[in-house]
């Protein structure tokens, strides 16, 4: 199942960081995808910051760097896949 946490703000190539506004927390070890227009993208988070300092998890409202696999874009949706227990 997949619950929608955020969005995509920003996306830096050279680095491949995207930036996330989240209405959900976020931990390390979470599985997300990432669903665009041109985007579908399925990792686990390994890599998050926030101002620059590592963190493990985040929570709504905050403004979250995320290392991704893959380009994403701007708008893009990120969900977290929970598995039914």
Request: glycine share 8%; with cysteine; proline share 2%.
């Amino acid at each position: 199942m997949e619950i929608k946490i955020g969005k995509v703000t920003h996306f830096y190539n050279q680095i491949s960081v995207a930036v996330l506004k989240l209405e959900d927390v976020l931990k390390s070890g979470d599985k997300i995808v990432i669903i665009g227009k041109t985007t579908e993208l399925t990792q686990v988070v390994t890599s998050m910051e926030i101002e620059h300092h590592k963190v493990q998890s985040a929570g709504p409202g905050m403004d979250v760097a995320l290392k991704v696999v893959e380009p994403v874009r701007q708008g893009d949706i990120v969900c977290k896949i929970v598995e039914d227990k």
